[in-house]
């Protein structure tokens, strides 16, 4: 893997948040050296980077149905207003990279909204539904309000 797929894979993460490692498969044997740089995104959650369409179908993904396009954000700001595009629901940081991507803002949704979740046994506490927190997250109990909010 070249060392601008690495960084890509990191620059991907750190926009997404994603925080989990993965294992993208790899098949350069040099056969792509010459094809334009488009970079695509695939796998699970799209955490695999590919600098053009021949990388990502010669590591054994169908570009059609397991990527998405992901283009260099050099163009656009990194204001981080995340939008889910598309049939495949593909991730881009911005309506801007999105557009780079290809999409209309008509083809594109904010994801939904992610809670917190705390690691604190509230079993026993009464049932006292509470909702919280800018993406109006709603718990069980206020002590699992609580202890999200701690996490």
């Known amino acids: 893997m070249t060392l601008l797929s690495r960084a890509t894979i990191i620059l991907t993460a ?9 294992t993208c498969p ?7 050296d010459f094809e334009p740089t488009n970079p695509y995104s695939c796998g699970t959650d799209y955490n695999c980077a590919y600098k053009n369409r021949c990388l990502a179908e010669a590591a054994g993904f169908d570009v059609e149905a397991d990527c998405c396009q992901a283009p260099m954000p050099s163009t656009c700001g990194m204001i981080s207003s995340p939008l889910l595009c598309g049939s495949k629901q593909c991730p881009y940081a911005n309506e801007c990279i999105a557009s780079l ?20 046994d509230c079993e026993g506490e009464p049932s006292n539904p509470y ?20 996490s």
């Open 14 to 22: 750190t926009i997404f948040g994603i925080a989990r490692a993965q």
């Open 26 to 32: 790899s098949n350069d044997n040099g056969q792509c």
């Open 101 to 120: 991507a290809g999409y209309d803002p008509s083809q594109c949704t904010a994801p939904p909204p992610t809670c917190p979740v705390g690691d604190k």
């Open 131 to 150: 909702t919280c927190g800018p993406n109006k997250c709603a718990y069980k109990t206020v002590c699992d309000a609580q202890s999200a909010a701690r």
